[in-house]
Nanobody, 127 residues
Framework: HVQLVQSGGGSVQAGGSLRLSCAAS????????MAWFRQAPGKEREGVAV????????YYADSVKGRFTISQDNANNTLHLQMNSLKPEDTGMYYC????????????????????WGQGTQVTVSS
C-alpha cells in the first residue's frame, strides 16, 4: 500500500516563500518519477514540477520556472518543493505524486505517468 504523506503549505503574502514536503512509504512498485501537481478552484489539476529519481533531473512548468525547486531526500524517502517569489496565481491545493515504473493509465506530466497521490495541502497567496 503506497503512502504519500504531505506536510507544509499554508498562507503567505505575494513575494513570500513556502516549502512543501512529501514522505513516501510502503512502495511495492519501482518508481522513477515523483512530482508536484496543483489544482486551483474551478480549474483542472496541473503539473508543477517533476524529479527523475534515478538521475536527479528535473522538469518544471513554465509558470514556476526560476521560482520553484523540486528536490528529493533519498535517505528519508522525502520529496520537497521550495516555492519562492509566490504569486496569487500560485494559490491552490498542492499534491505530491509518484509513478509506478512500467504501469500506465494515470496522469501524464514531464514524460511520466502518475498514479499515486498525496492527500493534498493548501497553499494560499494573498496580494
Amino acid at each position: 500500500h503506497v503512502q504519500l504523506v504531505q506536510s507544509g503549505g499554508g498562507s503567505v503574502q505575494a513575494g513570500g516563500s513556502l516549502r512543501l514536503s512529501c514522505a513516501a512509504s510502503g512502495y511495492p512498485y519501482k518508481s522513477n518519477c515523483m512530482a508536484w501537481f496543483r489544482q486551483a478552484p474551478g480549474k483542472e489539476r496541473e503539473g508543477v514540477a517533476v524529479i527523475y529519481t534515478s538521475g536527479g533531473g528535473t522538469y518544471y512548468a513554465d509558470s514556476v520556472k526560476g521560482r520553484f525547486t523540486i528536490s528529493q531526500d533519498n535517505a528519508n524517502n522525502t520529496l520537497h518543493l521550495q516555492m519562492n517569489s509566490l504569486k496569487p496565481e500560485d494559490t491552490g491545493m498542492y499534491y505530491c505524486a509518484a509513478n509506478r515504473q512500467g504501469v500506465y493509465g494515470g496522469v501524464w506530466f514531464g514524460a511520466c505517468d502518475f498514479r499515486d497521490w498525496g492527500q493534498g495541502t493548501q497553499v494560499t497567496v494573498s496580494s
